[in-house]
């Protein structure tokens, strides 16, 4: 027969055991909880530099468009922020708070998504501005120079009866720089009759532009070309008296007179 004092031993053993696994339990627990708020803090630190870099993308979305003349509430790059930054004032994260933390980050992510979404749009918008600026045809066709020949009626200066002349002349010197009024890609670039040396820069929107009588062409066709760009030098290949550039301008084929567009402002 088992003694009280035997049974009293066995029962303090068995809670000796127990406590034990107790003690283990709290520790592993006291472990994860330790490594569970280093991952939170991690994770708390990473969403303050997810917001810090979101306010730098509104900062840049706001300046770009600005800078353009866009219409900047399209792009809605100042809306607040639904969350704040990380406290001045150093608070340990607890693991009841990771969730919230976790719906943070989610919020956050989705916000920077969106915001580059909007800046791969002003992008485009920025790059079709431009464009647009760039082939705006606009000032002379020429560094130095004057203006010798108007568009319209005129005296032929080989034949002296009234003929049309369908553009303008610069005179200047012989292998003066003859410049692209604006961007464009080059549609010809050679020989043609009655021009000479003749440069043609398509501009799109069915506005073309072209350069006679050039002594020498440093395009060919296909190039796309800048606005100020050295096309050609001037020369008097062709039907020419002396050395200058004619310059046309055509909207759907048909001849302007191109003085509205050397007297036009360049686009802002």
Do not use: C
């Not at 203006?147 to 009866?161: A, E, N, T, V």
């Amino acid at each position: 027969m088992v003694s009280e004092e035997e049974t009293d031993l066995r029962f303090a053993e068995r809670v000796a055991v127990t406590q034990t696994g107790l003690i283990e339990q709290q520790q592993e627990l006291s472990e994860l909880r330790k490594t569970t708020e280093q991952k939170l803090a991690g994770m708390m630190l990473k969403l303050g530099e997810m917001q810090s870099e979101l306010q730098r993308l509104n900062a840049l979305g706001e300046r770009l468009a600005e800078e353009s003349d866009l219409y900047v509430e399209e792009f809605q790059f100042g809306h607040p922020l639904p969350i704040g930054g990380p406290s001045h004032d150093v608070v340990m994260p607890t693991v009841d708070s990771s969730m919230e933390v976790l719906n943070q980050i989610d919020s956050m992510m989705a916000q920077l998504k969106n915001k580059s979404q909007q800046l791969q749009a002003l992008e485009s918008v920025l790059m079709q501005h431009h464009i647009q600026n760039e082939s705006f045809i606009s000032g002379r066709p020429i560094e130095t120079g004057w203006l010798s020949s108007y568009y319209g009626m005129r005296k032929d200066p080989f034949s002296g009866l009234p003929a049309m002349h369908k553009g303008i002349d610069f005179a200047g010197a012989e292998g003066a720089p003859v410049k692209a009024t604006g961007a464009g890609m080059v549609v010809w670039s050679g020989p043609r009759y009655g021009y000479g040396n003749l440069v043609e820069i398509d501009h799109g929107d069915g506005l073309v532009t072209r350069y006679g009588h050039n002594k020498k062409i440093h395009v060919k066709i296909g190039d796309v070309v800048t606005k100020g760009q050295k096309i050609a030098d001037m020369g008097q290949t062709g039907r020419a008296t002396g050395a200058h550039v004619h310059y046309e301008v055509l909207k759907n084929g048909n001849q302007m007179d191109p003085l509205q567009f050397v007297y036009r402002k360049a686009a802002n």
